[in-house]
T-cell receptor, first 113, second 113 residues
Framework: AQSVTQLDSHVSVSEGTPVLLRCNYS??????LFWYVQHPNKGLQLLLK????ATLVKGINGFEAEFKKSETSFHLTKPSAHMSDAAEYFC???????????WGAGTKLIIKP | ETGVTQSPTHLIKTRGQQVTLRCSSQ?????VSWYQQALGQGPQFIFQ???????GRGNFPPRFSGLQFPNYSSELNVNALELDDSALYLC????????????FGPGTRLLVL
């Protein structure tokens, strides 16, 4: 069975400093992995996805994630945080048989001025 | 904006009642999935419809049911509402040819009293 673990429920960084949101996954085969962002009172937005191409994936708004099979990780990073990045971030793995999405519990990113 | 719309945006019901939530898929998308997101948690997969047939279901009881119409719009019906059904209900659409990427609507927030 596939699963996703987001290692931090909350991450707090100062504006202009790097962001690291950690995600580990469990999958019996090569997975598809995603990061979604959810701003308050707004829908879920796809940040980026990995589908067995390049292991370093670039997304929107300056975010990127690196797929590391040996570590079963898919951490999300951004070099410099902006106040508008404050939101809930979800790491997601796809069941490639029927494309059911399996979600982590989320990481709340707090940006300090 | 993803082009996926949901109605209503908010709803209050009492325990034991029935509710119908609606979703209009993005143009050209023939697959719709429904998710339940309880407060402070990640979304949980309820079920998926493709060409008007349910073709995947998560761990939800039969009182959660759905429909997909020829124009690919969809309904989620919940009978005999329980207090724990209070959540944000999300609809996501995609095309089979488009693979795993799903596009989410803003959700319907249901409160059961």
């Amino acid at each position: 069975a596939q699963s996703v673990t987001q290692l931090d429920s909350h991450v707090s960084v100062s504006e202009g400093t790097p962001v690291l949101l950690r995600c580990n996954y469990s999958s019996s085969y090569s997975p598809s992995l995603f990061w979604y962002v959810q701003h308050p009172n707004k829908g879920l937005q796809l940040l980026l996805k990995y589908t067995s191409a390049a292991t370093l994936v670039k997304g929107i708004n300056g975010f990127e994630a690196e797929f590391k099979k040996s570590e079963t990780s898919f951490h999300l990073t951004k070099p410099s945080a902006h106040m508008s990045d404050a939101a809930e971030y979800f790491c997601v793995v796809s069941d490639n048989s029927n494309y059911q999405l399996i979600w982590g519990a989320g990481t709340k990113l707090i940006i300090k001025p | 904006e993803t082009g996926v719309t949901q109605s209503p945006t908010h709803l209050i019901k009492t325990r034991g009642q029935q509710v119908t939530l609606r979703c209009s898929s993005q143009s050209g998308h023939n697959t719709v999935s429904w998710y339940q997101q309880a407060l402070g948690q990640g979304p949980q997969f309820i079920f998926q419809y493709y060409r008007e047939e349910e073709n995947g279901r998560g761990n939800f009881p039969p009182r959660f049911s759905g429909l997909q119409f020829p124009n690919y719009s969809s309904e989620l019906n919940v009978n005999a509402l329980e207090l724990d059904d209070s959540a944000l209900y999300l609809c996501a659409s995609r095309t089979i040819a488009g693979g795993e990427t799903q596009y989410f609507g803003p959700g319907t927030r249901l409160l059961v009293l």
